[in-house]
């Protein structure tokens, strides 16, 4: 089995910064995809941005120039720094990673969400 395990989320004012980790760990040949989703409440869940294992990377129009993806595939992790953040930037932010395991399987792994306020 494969576990994302974040790190990073809470409390920011608006114009701040934040970084946010996830880290991967279990049964991995290799990673192919790794993101971040956001969910607001009442709103659906949208991708943020995604990168991958080449170090290619989008973003959605949204939080371009402001978020920067990037990922360590030695430590299996990938970052999301989150600058000048807004209040409509307030989401619970997800890890996504598709992963090819051992068994050749390949499978879609998330993590368990961390929450981001923004909020003077």
């Known amino acids: 089995q494969v576990q994302l395990v974040e790190s990073g989320g809470g409390l920011v004012q608006p114009g701040g910064s934040l970084r946010l980790s996830c880290a991967a760990s279990?049964?991995?040949?290799?990673?192919?995809?790794m993101g971040w989703y956001r969910q607001a409440p009442g709103k659906q869940r949208e991708l943020v941005a995604n990168?991958?294992?080449?170090?290619?990377?989008s973003y959605a129009d949204s939080v371009k120039g402001r978020f920067t993806i990037s990922r360590d595939n030695a430590k299996k992790t990938v970052y999301l720094q989150m600058n000048s953040l807004k209040p409509e930037d307030t989401a619970v932010y997800s890890c996504?990673?598709?992963?090819?395991?051992?068994?050749?399987?390949?499978?879609?792994?998330w993590g368990q969400g961390t929450q981001v306020p923004v909020s003077s």
């Open positions: 990168i991958v294992s080449g170090g290619s990377a």
């Open positions: 279990g049964s991995i040949s290799s990673i192919n995809v």
């Open positions: 996504h990673a598709n992963v090819l395991l051992i068994s050749r399987a390949r499978v879609n792994y």
